[in-house]
């Protein structure tokens, strides 16, 4: 039993910030590549970033020098810092995880429940 939980969603001004945490919990064995996506009604879910166990990171264009994406691994947690925030960035994030839940039952994707992100004018 894994959960990817999230927290830190909310309405915010134009150029306002906020950030974001993912909680992985339950039995598993170790957390690979993590990451965080969103979603507008009626399009597809879309790459925002992604950090591996040893920190690498990568970034969408557009969102590259406004979004810091972290984890802390002794707290199987996630974070992404959201700077500058603008209209466009309206929508429902999602956070991401491949997980090695046990040697017998192997790996998976794993998907938290969606945060919605508002940013008004």
């Known amino acids: 039993q894994v959960q990817l939980v999230e927290s830190g969603g909310g309405l915010v001004q134009s150029g306002g910030s906020l950030r974001l945490s993912c909680v992985a919990s339950?039995?598993?064995?170790?957390?690979?590549?993590m990451g965080w996506y969103r979603q507008v009604p009626g399009k597809e879910r879309d790459l925002v970033a992604t950090v591996t166990t040893n920190g690498s990171t990568q970034y969408a264009d557009s969102v590259k020098g406004r979004f810091t994406i972290s984890r802390d691994n002794a707290k199987n947690t996630m974070y992404l810092q959201m700077n500058n925030l603008k209209p466009e960035d309206t929508a429902v994030y999602y956070c991401?995880?491949?997980?090695?839940?046990?040697?017998?039952?192997?790996?998976?994707?794993?998907w938290g429940q969606g945060t919605q992100v508002t940013v008004s004018s």
């Open positions: 339950g039995s598993f064995q170790r957390i690979g590549v």
């Open positions: 991401y995880a491949f997980i090695w839940r046990t040697v017998f039952s192997g790996s998976s994707d794993y």
